[in-house]
């Protein structure tokens, strides 16, 4: 197979770095959480330094319909059983390779779950279907293109190096992020046949209890790993973090990077948002009012002085909402609202409809995600409540930042890593960006909102606070450049 890589850097491109990104997600056109966000931003930062990125992403429904004008570029006769073609397309600055194989991704639903909120059976299939293309086009399939480096994004796409690692070409450098441990693409040993690798690959790579692990497959098989804060890199070297996969995690420390993420800074910008009811900076704080009264009504809350609490979040037992539902009744017996925006289990959302019955234009809930209400939320609250018992990065953290809504999070993780506590020292430094405090604890919760009600009571304190975070670098700038000196790094050794 001609390198074509090779070929451009003899024709005078070498200043240019090819890469491919595998992934299920990629913002704008399709999003379960924080993972798109990162595979949409991360290609537009490092394309001003000289990498270009191909980003393959599975042709889902809503996916399709958004692209305009999409080239084919190349066919899969059999990609594990199935046909599937290549195309090619650009959107909102984006050169996307989408995978267009209809029998496994052209149905209702989300990318992972059905209509009815339940795990598509085939998941195996779907997921290992995209590695298994991805390894195909760093190995050449894409007539004219090759990567130099592969990157490759969460379980879904983490069969990518495994099926690099095991084939007869010769192998590009290939990074793995870990965006969230917990999910690990875990199936029983009764698939391995059906993935097309050879025998050894199961206790080499795969064998995670008797089963297999998509991720553990690609902690063992790509040459670099990383994670999406520098806290949450030591964190799952526990076992309390590392949901099973220390060990493996801990033989490839020295392979190990922790790179928090960075936000959009052209998206979230509260200068500019079209989702809002006015633009303001951090000079002009005062017109934030506007957003607040809008949140007010979208909501349906009283109209007092007391501060507006808001969450964005995946309602689930790791980001702490069952805390959330015992501290509602102390938020607002503290004098402060809450406005929540989520779906996940059912039993923490009946929780927090509760709350909201019981306190009528205090507490309100929309179930659902809604992306520009999620802009309002962050340009018309006061806080941000992130009670998270653990949290790789985190992004909302920092969009809430970037909106002067002052978050208050738990002590991990990322979190830990971008918010600075307002304790006595930093407020007195001006340093102070948010409020920390232990996170797994209700008790600490509740502490957390009774300081934060205390501090809005201080106007010159809390104005302090929202400038401070306002001035904060969140955009992907220096972590765009710790992500080219480890992809250069990694090329440099594949040479």
Not at 54 to 82: H, Q, S, W
Not at 356 to 375: D, F, Q
Request: glycine fraction near 10%.
């Amino acid at each position: 197979m001609p390198d074509h890589a090779a070929d451009d850097r003899q024709a005078g491109h070498d200043s240019l770095m090819q890469v491919l990104s595998v992934t299920s997600e990629l913002y704008p056109l399709i999003k379960t959480g924080g993972l798109a966000d990162v595979a949409g931003a991360l290609p537009l930062a490092l394309r001003g330094h000289g990498i270009e990125t191909k980003t393959l992403v599975p042709g889902y429904p809503a996916l399709m319909k958004a692209i305009r004008n999409p080239v084919k570029r190349a066919e899969f006769a059999d990609l594990l059983g199935e046909q599937a073609v290549l195309l090619e397309a650009n959107h909102d600055g984006l050169d996307i390779l989408i995978l267009d194989a209809p029998t496994l991704f052209d149905r209702p639903g989300g990318p992972y779950v059905d209509p009815n909120s339940r795990d598509y059976p085939d998941n195996w299939k779907r997921f290992a279907v995209l590695s298994k293309a991805g390894a195909e086009i760093s190995a050449g399939a894409l007539p004219g293109w090759q990567p130099d480096l592969v990157h490759a994004h969460d379980w879904q796409a983490a069969l990518t190096p495994v099926f690099m690692r095991y084939s007869e070409m010769p192998e590009r450098p290939s990074l793995l992020t870990i965006h969230n441990i917990a999910f690990q693409g875990q199936f029983g040993a009764e698939i391995f046949p059906y993935l097309g690798l050879p025998v050894h690959a199961f206790a080499e790579a795969l064998e995670y209890y008797g089963g297999i692990s998509y991720l553990k497959g690609g902690l063992v098989t790509s040459h670099a790993i990383s994670t999406v804060s520098p806290s949450y890199a030591e964190e799952i070297l526990t076992p309390t973090f590392g949901m099973g996969l220390e060990g493996v995690i801990a033989s490839r420390a020295d392979d190990l990077y922790g790179i928090v993420n960075g936000i959009d800074a052209t998206v979230w910008n509260p200068s500019t948002d079209p989702h809002l009811a006015a633009h303001y900076t951090a000079a002009s704080l005062k017109k934030r009012q506007a957003n607040r009264s809008a949140l007010e009504a979208r909501f349906a809350l009283d109209s007092d002085g007391g501060p507006i609490f808001c969450v964005i979040s995946r309602l689930t037992w790791q980001k702490g909402m069952d805390l959330l539902a015992e501290v509602a009744d102390t938020l607002v017996a503290a004098g402060g609202k809450l406005v929540i925006l989520g779906s996940g289990d059912h039993g923490l959302e009946s929780g927090l409809l509760s709350a909201a019955a019981r306190h009528k234009g205090r507490v309100a809930m929309v179930v659902g995600y809604n992306e520009p209400l999620s802009h309002l939320m962050q340009a018309g609250s006061d806080a941000i409540l992130i009670p998270s018992r653990f949290e790789p990065c985190g992004l909302t953290q920092l969009y809430a930042l970037r909106y002067g809504c002052v978050p208050v999070v738990a002590r991990t993780g990322g979190l830990a890593d971008t918010i600075i506590d307002a304790n006595e020292a930093a407020l007195a430094a001006k340093a102070a960006t948010g409020i920390q405090f232990e996170s797994g604890s209700a008790e600490a919760l509740r502490s957390a909102i009774r300081r934060t009600v205390r501090l809005y009571g201080a106007a010159k304190v809390w104005s302090q606070l929202q400038k401070q975070g306002m001035k904060c670098d969140v955009s992907w700038g220096r972590s765009a450049e710790r992500y080219i000196d480890l992809y250069q790094r990694l090329v440099s050794k594949g040479q």
